[in-house]
C-alpha cells in the first residue's frame, strides 16, 4: 500500500514554493488583528470580518502585512498595487546586491601572470562587483613583506581608471588585502581586456 504523503503538524499536505503567500480579505485566519487604513493610520484592534466590511466600503483590500505580530497586523490598501511594490522593492535590492570577486597574487609573480590578474580584476571592476585583491606570503617570504606591499599598491594604481580602493592594503596574518569599488559606469574604461588575446597564449 502506497504511503500517504507527510501531513506534517498543520494537518494539511506541506508543498514547497518560492513565494511568500500573502494573506488578504477571507483568507486571514487570525480571531484578531490590528488594523491600519491606507494612510497608515491605527484603527485598532477588532476581528477581521468588521475590518473587511470597512475595506470593501473603500474599494480596497484588508492585507496581513506583518504575520508575525501579536495579533498580526493588517492594512487596507489595493492589493495590486501593494503586490507591484513588493516586487519592485525585491528587483532593486538584488539589483544593489554587491558581489566581491577576489583576486590572488603571488610576492614572485610574473609579468604575464600579473597582466592577467589585471585582466581579471578589470574585467570584474566593469561588471559592478567589488574585487578583493589578495597577496599570500609563505614560508619565509614573509620577511620581505615590503615588497608584498610594493605589488599591491602597484595593482591598484593600474587599476585606478576603472576601481577605487576603499582602504590602504593591510597586513592580516599572511594576507595582504585591500577592496577596490568600480568607479561610475560612465566613467569606467577598459585597457587590459582590449588587449591582444594572443598575450594569454
Known sequence: MPKAPYKGNSGRYQRKSSKTYIRK?????????RV??????????????KALVIAKKAGLDLVE??????????KILDFGKYK??????????KQNAVKVKEV????SIEQHDY?????????FLNGSAKVKLTLNFKGRQLEHKDLGFVTVRKAIKDLEHIGVHDSEPKLVGRNITTILSPVPEHKRRL???????DEDE
Open 84 to 93: 507591484y511594490e513588493l516586487s519592485k522593492k525585491a528587483k532593486d535590492q
Open 115 to 123: 597582466i592577467t590578474k589585471i585582466r581579471r580584476a578589470e574585467e
Open 65 to 74: 502585512i506583518s504575520s508575525s505580530a501579536k495579533p498580526p497586523v493588517c
Open 104 to 107: 590572488k597574487f603571488r610576492i
Open 25 to 33: 480579505n477571507d483568507k486571514i485566519r487570525a480571531a484578531e488583528i
Open 191 to 197: 585597457i587590459y581586456n582590449t588587449v591582444n588575446e
Open 36 to 49: 491600519l487604513d491606507w494612510d497608515g493610520k491605527m484603527l485598532g484592534v477588532m476581528e477581521p470580518a
